[in-house]
């Protein structure tokens, strides 16, 4: 959830810096880093719990709270795909894999 609030601040203070700079650089290494280490293992750990909830509780789907929260958890998935696509569109032309500060 942090990685979620934190992802936007870094894009605004990405955009404010000149194109190929060293705090450019950084920027794009920290929303790299943000994307691979954090945000897509928890993605993929708290999907993989639900799942496993759902598969041991089956009366949770028969519930009005629980299939609102199902209906939230979309919205919140499309929003993580929406942050996806733009760190694919507004990436430069710098590959952040091979970046180095040894320049």
Do not use: Q, W
Request: charge should be neutral; proline fraction near 2%.
């Amino acid at each position: 959830m942090v990685g979620l609030l934190y992802l936007p601040r870094l894009f605004v203070y990405h955009n404010d810096n000149e194109y190929s700079s060293h705090i450019d650089i950084t920027f794009l290494l920290m929303e790299y880093r943000l994307l691979k280490y954090i945000m897509k293992p928890a993605l993929i750990a708290t999907y993989a719990f639900g799942f496993i909830l759902i598969y041991e509780n089956n009366y949770l789907l028969h519930e009005n709270y629980f299939l609102l929260k199902l209906l939230l958890i979309l919205f919140l998935l499309c929003f993580i795909f929406i942050y996806l696509f733009f760190t694919k569109t507004l990436k430069k032309a710098i590959n952040v894999k091979e970046l180095s500060f040894t320049e």
